[in-house]
């Protein structure tokens, strides 16, 4: 999973990046548009727990990677780089950052973050109208010298472009249509950006952590909605943090009374952005953690895992992350009909464990 950092220029997307990957890109832009990847392993606590327990030789955490464009998306007014939006078009979500802070906290200057969220997603719909717009150009095309009878599912397509192209100019971003599987299906390969998951993610002063929940509450309920999820964090004061052992870390944060940890924050509500859940797989050699979109079956997680596991499936057990560790063991859980035995198409729940029986 790719998440792709966006933000004004000098938002604090380096920091916020350098905090979360506990990495050390340097701040400002160099001009180019290389980013910055950096993989972060996901926490987890019910995959420690879990380990804890069965004792695996090996332990995976899922794994996000984050990528941090130099400079704003929106440099001095000019419209972003068609290279710039294309890098955003390949991430799976993206990762607004919005400007909060003060340089000088006793100053009087303010930074408006729902303006710059606002212009910000007014340049996201500006893309994907510009996109559509060249998407039906090729189509009244390929209508026009279409044998009859040819021509059904290219005007299935030109009329459901026509209602997104309606919803970007009534000032909706594509996320919130709702759509046919066959018409997701028929976007998916658009990559239209307002159709990506989001994260906006306030960067506040130092000053204002104690007053953070609260902001929290104010910013969902301006921008919450559908495939977008709101926080606020102080990139700064996270990046202090990241450099510091877990423990200290843990120490600093008692002390300041901040009782989130807002890189694990981001992670969580990134996760949750992307619509994943988590399922673990325990054995002896290895534990592992694996994120999916909620709805996958069994048959769809074991290709996850591997193909032959997928091709030669028979059936799965399973048992929830807790219930295991109640039992204390997997005979346990089997004698107390806590380990059920489920078919192909079991939809796979958040803290599933399971084990797939395969034959190949
Ligand atoms: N006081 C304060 N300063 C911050 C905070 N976050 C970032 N900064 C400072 O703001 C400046 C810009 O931060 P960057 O992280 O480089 O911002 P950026 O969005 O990556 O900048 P560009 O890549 O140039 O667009 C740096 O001097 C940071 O130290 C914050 O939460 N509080
Ligand atoms: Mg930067």
Redesign the pocket.
Same mark, same amino acid.
């Given at each position: 999973m790719d998440l792709g950092?966006i933000?004004?220029?000098?938002?604090?997307?380096?920091?916020?990046?350098?905090a979360v990957t506990r990495g050390h890109a340097?701040?400002?832009?160099f001009g180019g548009l290389e980013p910055s990847i950096g993989v972060v392993k996901q926490p987890d606590e019910r995959l420690d727990r879990l380990c804890d327990l069965i004792k695996p030789k090996k332990v995976t955490f899922t794994e996000v990677r984050y990528l +941090?464009? %130099?400079?704003?998306l929106t440099v001095r007014d000019q419209s972003p780089s068609a290279a710039h939006l294309a890098a955003l078009s390949q991430c799976d979500a993206l990762v607004l950052?919005a400007?909060a802070?003060? +340089?000088d %906290?006793t100053a009087e200057e303010s930074f408006d973050g729902d303006s710059q969220i606002g212009e910000i997603n007014l340049e996201l719909a500006f893309a994907d109208a510009a996109m559509l717009e060249r998407r039906a150009q090729k189509l009244d095309i390929s209508v026009r010298s279409a044998r009859p009878g040819e021509r059904d599912a290219d005007e299935r397509e030109q009329t459901l472009i026509q209602r997104l192209r309606e919803a970007l100019d009534r000032g909706e971003p594509l996320r919130a249509q709702p759509l046919t599987a066959d018409e997701r299906r028929t976007i998916s390969g658009y990559q239209l950006l307002t159709n990506k998951p989001l994260v906006i993610m306030l960067?506040?002063?130092?000053g204002d952590i104690g007053r953070i929940d609260e902001i929290e509450a104010e910013l969902t309920e301006r921008w919450g909605g559908p495939g977008v999820q709101v926080g606020a964090?102080?990139?700064?004061?996270?990046?202090e943090l990241a450099e510091l052992s877990d423990e200290e870390a843990a120490e600093f944060r008692a002390d300041l009374g901040l009782e989130t940890d807002g890189t694990a924050r981001l992670l969580h509500l990134s996760q949750q952005a992307l619509g994943l859940l988590t399922f673990y797989t325990v054995g002896e050699p290895e534990g592992r953690a694996w994120a999916t979109p909620a709805g996958s079956t069994a048959l769809d997680v074991a290709a996850k895992i591997h193909t032959d596991i997928a091709r030669g499936f028979i059936r799965c057990e399973t048992v929830g992350w807790q219930e295991l560790l109640d039992c204390g063991s997997y005979a346990e859980a089997r004698k107390r009909g806590q380990l059920r035995t489920e078919g192909k198409q079991y939809e796979v729940q958040d803290g599933d464990v399971l084990h797939i029986l395969f034959n190949v």
């Open positions: 950092l933000g004004q220029q000098g938002s604090g997307k380096t920091t916020v990046f350098n340097s701040a400002g832009s +941090d464009f %130099p400079g704003g950052i400007r802070f003060r +340089d %906290p960067n506040i002063d130092e964090l102080c990139g700064k004061l996270e990046k």
